[in-house]
């Protein structure tokens, strides 16, 4: 499967800074916005500012099998880097 990603900067309720990696089955920067607005909210992040400023399309690559299984059940996958929950 391949998968694209977004590479997303957003600030916290406490002021860091989360970096993470949206990662979904379509190449659509509205959907993969929406998704990481999703799991912000998931996390009790849900009031973080998330636009295309903060998540801009990175790469498109094949994926391993967790992230399939995570695209194919919810639609996308969330690869946390630096200061999420």
């Not at 970096?19 to 909210?41: C, M, P, S």
């Not at 295309?52 to 990175?58: A, I, R, S, W």
Request: hydrophobic share 30%; with cysteine.
């Amino acid at each position: 499967m391949e998968v694209h990603v977004y590479d997303t900067y957003v600030k916290a309720s406490d002021g860091r800074t989360m970096h993470f990696d949206v990662i979904t089955g379509e190449r659509d920067h509205n959907k993969a916005i929406q998704y990481g607005k999703e799991w912000l909210k998931s996390v009790g992040e849900g009031d973080a500012v998330m636009t295309v400023k903060e998540c801009q399309f990175c790469h498109s690559q094949g994926a391993p099998g967790p992230v399939e299984d995570a695209i194919r059940s919810q639609g996308y996958f969330i690869q946390k880097m630096s200061g999420c929950p």
